[in-house]
């Protein structure tokens, strides 16, 4: 079974430069979230899909982030313009959930280690 | 408000030594508590979780115990081994409200 599948797996990009992070959920699961990972702030919750539709994006930091989900095996979060504060690891999580509560393993993918100069 | 606290670390142990990661939470309702585990250069992954009061989850060794009364849910292997050194979160799900909650994350080293 795939797990959860997130490119690219490493992104090294100029302060300004837009960032495009993508993630492919497990296939049936109609949950998503996108995790923010630094030392300082740990992981944070940015944004939570339930059936492609943004649930919860309280967590998102600014403008300058948005996140899609077009269907049910694919979604976006981008960073336009990118800065050095964002670099951190992005996470993108799915899971199964019904009426749009969460349910309670999510299966995380290996993460985009992103690094903005 | 709902939180999880966990003890800081990192925490460091030799081979076969007897582990303990404490987490404590503060909820409204009952929430389910969870332990996630990441390896080094990987995602988070589900290593144990209890859904009630006085449950236990267990898995590869380590065990923890839904404790109402403490509000805890402490994270314990009686020998660890050197595979078992990452990062260990605590998490906690609020049903009612639709919420989950990670702690900062506690990292183990377990020395051969």
């Known amino acids: 079974d795939a797990g959860v599948i997130q490119s690219p797996r490493h992104e090294v990009t100029e302060m300004g430069q837009e960032v495009t992070l993508r993630c492919k959920p497990i296939?049936?699961?109609?949950?998503l979230f996108w995790y923010r990972q630094t030392m300082m702030r740990g992981l944070e919750l940015l944004i939570y899909f339930n059936n492609n539709v943004p649930i919860d994006d309280s967590g998102m930091p600014e403008d300058r982030f948005s996140a899609k989900m077009p269907n049910a095996s694919f979604s976006t979060l981008k960073i336009q313009p990118s800065e050095p504060r964002d670099s951190a690891v992005y996470f993108c999580a799915s899971s199964s959930a019904s009426g749009g509560k969460y349910q309670e393993t999510q299966y995380f993918g290996p993460g985009t280690r992103l690094l903005v100069l | 408000g709902d939180s999880v606290t966990q003890m800081e670390g990192p925490v460091t142990l030799s081979e076969e030594a007897f582990l303990t990661i404490n987490c404590t939470y503060t909820?409204?309702?009952?929430?389910?508590l969870f332990w996630y585990v990441q390896y080094p250069g990987e995602g988070l992954q589900l290593l144990l979780k209890a859904t009630k009061a006085d449950d236990k989850g267990s898995n590869k060794g380590f065990e923890a115990t839904y404790r109402k009364e403490t509000t805890s849910f402490h994270l314990e292997k009686g020998s660890v081994q050197v595979s078992d050194s990452a990062v260990y979160f605590c998490a906690l799900l609020l049903h009612n409200f639709n919420k989950f909650y990670f702690g900062s994350g506690t990292k183990l080293n377990v020395k051969p």
């Open positions: 296939s049936g699961h109609n949950s």
């Open positions: 909820a409204t309702g009952y929430p389910s």
